[in-house]
């Protein structure tokens, strides 16, 4: 059982464990294979684009900016290069929209934070588009709670223990919660440090791992942000 | 004259500081008029493209990605909604080389870092994208000089403020260094704190500004980053 009784910085992901954000990206492709439809099946729509996020990961990161170059390449290569200026428009306008969508915070979540923030140092860790992430942070009215933000452009063992020692905290001092296995759970057990996981209802491909392999005593996995409060 | 005797953290700028970046930036615009020839004079087609750039930093930020989403908007407009697909294709292969461009560094700038590095805390500090201004920093051989990095979405007053207190340094003992009148000597000679600008041959538009109205014995103007070993 996760021993809480030495933590001093807990550290939450951002999307899809303090809010909403896949679900958007999910109605996002939705749209992405209604306007490929002229070209392709949705399901080759899918793979194609997939695919396409996967390749350009080390050359544009994450983020709704390399989403839509995503798009954008994936639409090229699915049209056979036929791609017209008006669906280039309606992707470009797709990411536009997303970047404006509004914040929906996951029930329990901002009072979790005020709650837990009374007793720790509450801080928000989270990868993308270092505009975007902090953009929404603010716009989700949390950053009261907040003592750090810390955006990464990859989440692994490495980033993480260049953020414990740049907040001077020891490994069994830190806990991180957060919705995936591979990049708010693994790297952190790997220090040493204690990891919540917090499954959500939608998790993208890339992210997707298997937590019922974890067996660690720095580790639990919770169905919602507030049964933190039961524990801490 | 700006007394060096209390620096403690020296934070250089990156792109145009330490390496060359806008003359990247200024011959893949000349690419986009070629491409937008078809439908507008070299004039026109800048003109666009910059309403675009200023217009979209808001919702993109800065960086390459952004870049490419604000030549293909810019395209669509100057094309009346003509833009093929294949100069769709080119303008995102425009910012994949741009991307991909090797970094080259400023005579005089490793070794400035270098033996700067064995008396003061070298960080740097830019904005922009996150994943790009990184990769850039590890490609650039820089980073054994470094101690801290720091990316920003803007650089503004209450950025380096947020800098200062994570470093917990003093205002006094901060020198910034860079070729942004804007983004890096203004914010940061209102905190206090001392700036030394190093002009660039090439500044972007957006980043222009009047260093000769500065007047602030905490302010210096050099011609090239190796006369801050004449003086530190």
Redesign the interface.
Known sequence: MLDFSNIKVISFDADDTLWQNENLFRKTEQKFCTIMSPYASKEQSMKELWKTEVKNIP????GI??F??DM??AG?KL?K??????E??RL?NL??KL??SPIVLFDGAENTLKKLSKKYKIIVTTKG????Q?NKIYRSGLIKYLRHIE???EKDKKSYARLLK?LDVKPQEFLMVGNSVKSDILPVLALGAKAVFIPSKFTWFYENGDASKISSENFIELKEISQLLKML
């Open positions: 050359c544009y990161g994450y900016k390399a839509v170059l954008l390449e090229l049209s290069n036929k791609l017209s200026a008006n280039t428009k470009i990411g536009k970047i404006k588009d270092l505009l975007e902090e955006v990464m452009s740049e």
